[in-house]
Structures are given as structure tokens and as C-alpha cells.
């Protein structure tokens, strides 16, 4: 379908802090959040901010290849993080979408065997997902056009140099 979830940095804002207050009911209180870059990086800092966790990590995770097309399987890219780090700690992996499920279920399998406690926080996820994660914003089986990737990258303009 040609259908699109549109999401703004307007309703993302309120949408981060609707995915906190759940979390903060349930009980839940991360001492580290673990973002899948580059998309889950925009929640884990608002996530962060809005449940006082001052630990982020960051994971690096190449599955889309382009539009549509991807890898096999997602893979971690170097530099991951050490286990030491997350020993005894209660961890959010967060992430923008969780469509297959099987970047989250990458990461989720790294952390679950060094970890106290693992859950996952999302702002979409996808029927068809084999994770279901403990947090989730809102359901949707659209595309879902994200704020900070719906527009191509900038590029340099002629004329712009500023004097020093
Ligand atoms: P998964 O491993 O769950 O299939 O895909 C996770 C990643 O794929 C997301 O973090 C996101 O970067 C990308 N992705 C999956 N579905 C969508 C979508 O509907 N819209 C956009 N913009 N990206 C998506």
C-alpha cells in the first residue's frame, strides 16, 4: 500500500514521553540504555533524559542495504560493547521500528547473557516482528516515514563559505 505512518519530531517528542510514563509504571528502571544506531539513537536520548538514566550505549547495526533490499542477516559492527559493561545491569535496548525483529533480536541475544535484566522499548512495531518488545509506542503495519530520514542528506550549496 502506499500508505504512510508518518511520524514529525512534533508528535515524537510526545511520543517519548508516552513510551517513559509506561515504562515508569511498569517499574522498570534501566541503569544502562543500549541505542541501535543509527534510528534508536533519537530515543535512547529522550528515553534517557525522561527516566534519569545516565548510562547510553551505543551499538552499530548494518541490515538495510538500501531502500527495501536487505542483508541476509543484520550484523554488529565494531566496535561492540564490552560485556563487562553490562554485567548485573538492568538494560533498554532501544529502537525506532522493529519490523522483521531480527536487528533487535542481534542485539537482544548479545546482551541477555552478561545482563541482570533485558528489555526492549520501541516507538513502532510491526505485526510480523518476531520480537515483541515490552514497550511499544504504537502498532502499525505501514511504512513509516521518520523525521530524520525522510529527507535526503544536505548537500554542500556553492557560495556558503564563511570568513574566518
Ligand atoms: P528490522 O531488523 O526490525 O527489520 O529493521 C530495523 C531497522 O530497519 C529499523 O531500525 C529501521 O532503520 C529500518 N526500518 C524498518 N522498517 C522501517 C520503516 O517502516 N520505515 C523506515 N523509515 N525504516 C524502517
Known amino acids: 500500500s502506499d500508505v504512510r505512518e508518518n511520524l514529525t519530531y512534533e508528535k515524537f517528542g510526545g511520543a517519548i514521553r508516552d513510551l517513559a510514563q509506561t515504562i515508569a509504571d511498569d517499574g522498570y528502571e534501566p541503569d ?9 539513537v ?8 525522561a ?3 545516565k548510562n547510553i550505549h551505543l551499538v552499530n547495526v548494518e541490515f538495510y542495504t538500501g531502500v527495501g533490499t536487505t542483508l541476509e542477516m543484520p550484523v554488529m559492527l565494531a566496535p561492540v ?3 563487562i559493561d553490562f554485567s ?9 521500528v522493529a519490523d522483521t525483529g531480527k536487528t533487535l533480536k542481534l542485539v537482544h ?8 535484566e533485558v528489555r526492549s522499548a520501541v516507538i513502532y512495531e510491526k505485526s510480523h516482528s518476531l520480537v515483541k518488545c515490552e514497550y511499544v509506542w504504537k502498532r ?3 511504512w513509516i516515514n521518520f523525521p530524520w530520514s525522510v529527507e535526503p542528506p544536505v548537500v554542500r550549496r556553492e557560495g556558503q563559505v564563511l570568513d574566518a
Open 88 to 96: 548485573g545491569k538492568k538494560v533498554l535496548i532501544t529502537d525506532d
Open 42 to 49: 533519537f530515543v535512547a536520548g529522550g528515553l534517557a533524559y
Open 140 to 142: 502499525t503495519d505501514e
Open 32 to 40: 544502562i540504555v543500549v541505542s541501535i544506531a543509527r534510528g534508536g
Open 51 to 53: 527516566l534519569d538514566c
Open 81 to 83: 560493547p564490552n560485556a
Open 109 to 116: 541475544d548479545f546482551c541477555v547473557d552478561h545482563v541482570a
